[in-house]
């Protein structure tokens, strides 16, 4: 995907999906497709327990949660059916998660701009909490392009280095502390930040 800056546009597949359904359910199936950046196209009573209601809806956004989030609010009374109809223009952007300012390619997502930010945040506060803690302090971030849309911080793990200074000798604490330091320092620049697997999978549901 190229950077923002030299793109001219981007064109995503859409699809004409058909919806057969009890009235009841309407109101629900219609905003689970306008949330999906869908566009209602008609509605046609089959029978009067019957409904069919046709959307234009981007391909991507019915590839994950889709057919399960209609099972759900159709309670199973609806069927779903779909076929390709053209490309058109979006506005869709990279968001690029980062550990430490290093991209974690497998991370990276094409979104459309107006969920970007929000879909940031989810990541970097769900990797907040499935990765482990190192003896550097771990920056995640998410990017479009050079601009930060979504940050969390994982703190070091903390070593008493002082453990041994007995007394008040002070000046021997500060020394060990401010080498501690430079030491966290050095490691968070050569350091790196291994993602366990579950973490993967964890991301990708959001």
Request: hydrophobic letters at 40%.
């Amino acid at each position: 995907m190229p950077e923002p800056t030299v793109l001219d546009r981007v064109e995503e597949p859409y699809i004409l999906a058909q919806i057969i359904t009890s009235p009841e359910y309407i109101g629900s199936i219609i905003n689970l497709c306008l949330d999906k950046r869908g566009l209602i196209k008609k509605q046609v009573y089959l029978t009067p327990e019957r409904i069919e209601m046709s959307f234009e809806l981007p391909l991507a956004e019915i590839v994950f949660d889709f057919y399960d989030r209609l099972k759900s609010i159709s309670r199973g009374y609806a069927s779903f059916d779909y076929y390709p109809i053209d490309y058109r223009e979006s506005d869709l952007v990279r968001l690029d998660i980062k550990l430490n300012s290093e991209p974690v390619d497998a991370l990276s997502a094409l979104v459309h701009k107006d969920k970007a930010q929000g879909l940031g945040r989810q990541i970097c506060s769900k990797l907040k909490d499935l990765l482990p803690k190192q003896q550097f302090v771990i920056a995640i971030q998410a990017s479009i392009g050079a601009k930060i849309i979504a940050r969390e911080t994982i703190s070091a793990m903390r070593k008493d280095v002082t453990a041994k200074c007995y007394g008040g000798d002070i000046t021997r604490k500060r020394k060990l502390l401010e080498k501690q330091k430079k030491g966290k320092k050095k490691m968070r620049q050569i350091g790196s930040v291994e993602v366990p697997q579950k973490a993967f999978l964890d991301v990708l549901k959001l």
